[in-house]
């Protein structure tokens, strides 16, 4: 039913004058009833007497029927002609409309009415709270020349002319000031239009709900959530300290910086905080500012601060410490900031408020993050400091997972260095160039190694190998392996013998190592041997590539060989490969890092590893560096190990041999072609130990071997005579008695030579013994 408005007018006297509709229906009196008699008969209770004079009031009404109403009630005077009040209209209400008058103007949201033309017909309180004026002031005013012109305040008037020319409400939100609010707000605005009896607009109302709480609740999520994707996306901690920066500023903050103890970046372990003064290096900072003018620190600087500062108590305290302006802690941390840089006074002008917040990451206190605001009119809050300390948490595991990366590599790469060769040991056979390259991965140094192991007779064992897995289980299993490689090679195996002890071997680690499968423990390995005497070349190998070999004067090839299984798998035979090699041949022994890589074609390295090495080179180091330059990629996923290797060959002027019959009386007949070989050779002076050695290694075969017995010297880095037999029981030392005619030979030629030893040779062994070349 269409509301009517309930009005009476009283004259001076107090008598009814006039009786709307609106007020029979409210009261249920007909106008004949009431008019021309005192307004006191309708009330239900006596009113004050002021009421009318302050211009109404709540009144109690007698209904027709008897019924008490309660309803306010508006008198506004009435003046006569003479000037002279003539008495009040009165109206009045329903309480509905009063109550809903009453609950928009003390509604918490802003709430206003507009006309259709965008001029202020209401403003309820809490509107002009945050518009910072009083209703009056606003009133019939254009809505644009009440605010600034700017972005947020044209599409205010965008949306209010929206709905008043299409009648259709919209909804809406808005980050924005208020000229009455020091700091920026979120807004949910609704706007919706009023319509008179015939449904046609009047005028826009609209409410506006601040949302800040969760719209800064929403922005703190997806800080964190870019944090989570976003940091720690290397296991570098500087760089991971700088993506936190990246976080923070300048989303939180107008300037952040990541201060680290010392001991994070090193290898030391954590010590305890100090009560006192804490000395942290700057490792991250960042500002709004282009250049960071405000930074007291430059990277890569220590400061000390003072136990009662910010950063100090966060890390002290392991929580986060705020501190805004005017606040004693505050001013004495910015007073020390201007002490050590008065340069950037000028741009920490207007820092209004800061959080500490510590580091920390599995119980262990790792620095401490800094957040100042400047432009950011807000202060920081206990939900900051939530969101700061969750922040933090985040950032500092990937901090401590870069730490312990860091450490570990570095532990590994130091024991890697220790186990491989420093130095490869002199010999003749063979001219050497070596690279090795520890990979820059997250899965760190591998197992990868090489080695050029002097044999007897003047032969050289080269060796390369590649333990499974990274870190310093894999560095430490490939001392291991390197070691047992250099003992077998010491017993002079054949390259097939030695794999399948180093098989047996891997093996037997796994076993013990905590139950683990064998195969996660395995290891490839190719080990050669070349004899530049015979200038053949022998090789087995385990799983591993096969050697790439450059012939004088033809394009790189890849030696036919059986690859055979990895080490570790056991059960499994080795075949070696042999061959005569010309002198000046190059042999490239190398790990799978340097063809083998998840986003390269394995023909296609290969294939480039053989162009590169036929390439010319003017030496065998520039040909390593070729090689490495023009096969791997800028960032190898796994370790590289490269042994390239040009052959020697010793001619038949440095190698005299005699065959030796089984006859006792031809010792001497040997010693002296031995002494006379020495002095065309110019080693006189080598003659009396060379005549002992030969005179105890052939009587020794003629005694204890089978024939055919050979003799053979070798002039090389050293004088070597070997004996050969076909006997296949190695002699031995042992220590004579007193009376005992013999057994003293062998150990004379221990005593008397550099070294010695047997090998075991297809037709039976051969003893050998090493002398030094006389000086000069």
Known sequence: MKEVAAVAVIDARGTVTGWSEGARRLTGHRAGEVV??????????????ELLASGGGPVALRHRDGRRIELPLTACPLTGADGRPAGYVLTAGSAGAALADHAFQQASMSMSVFDLRQRYLRVYDAACHVMGVPEETLLGRHYPDTVEDAEHSRGFLAHLRQVAETGRPVRYE????????NREHAWSIEMWPLRDDS????????????????????????????????????????????????????????????????????????????????ELRRVAHGS?????PGAALRLGETDVYQPTSPPARALREGRAVLSQAGEPEFVQWLDERNARSPKGRPFRQGAHSMIAVPLRARGTTLGVAVCVRMAHAEDYGPDDAVFAEELASRAAVCIDNARRFTRERSTALALQHSLLPRGLPGQAAVEVAHRYLPCGSVAGIGGDWFDVIPLSGGRVGLVVGDVVGHGIQSSATMGRLRTAVRTLADVDLAPDELLTHLDDLVTHLAADDSGEEVAELGATCLYAIYDPVSRRFCAAAAGHPAPALILPGEAAEFVPMTAGPPLGVGGLPFEATDRELPEGSVIALYTDGLIEDRDRDLDGTTEELRRALTAPAHSLEALADDVLKAVLPDQPGDDVAL?????????????????????????????????GQLTAWGLAEAAFVTELVVSELVTNAIRYGEPPIQLRLIRDRALICEVSDASSTSPHLRRAHAYDEGGRGLLLVAQLTQRWGSRQTVAGKTIWAEQPLPEG
């Not at 570098?236 to 939180?252: C, S």
């Open 36 to 49: 021309g008699r005192p307004a006191t008969h309708l009330l239900a209770a006596d009113v004050p007497g």
């Open 174 to 181: 808005s980050f924005t000031g208020a000229p009455a609010l």
């Open 199 to 278: 449904g046609a607009p009047t005028a826009v109302a609209l409410a506006a709900f601040d949302s800040s709480e969760q719209y800064w609740a929403r922005r703190r999520l997806a800080l964190l959530n870019e944090a989570a994707t976003g940091i720690g996306t290397t296991l570098d901690v500087v760089r991971t300290a700088e993506e936190l920066i990246g976080v923070l500023v300048p989303q939180y903050a107008d300037f952040a910086s990541v201060d680290l103890l010392d001991w994070v970046l090193g290898a030391d372990e954590p010590p305890m905080i100090p009560e006192g003064g804490v």
């Open 288 to 292: 709004t500012r282009p250049g960071n």
């Open 643 to 675: 042994l390239l290797v040009r052959t020697r060959a010793l001619g038949a002027d440095r190698v005299a041999t005699w065959d030796v019959p089984p006859d006792p009386a031809q010792v001497a007949v040997f010693r002296q072609a031995a002494t």
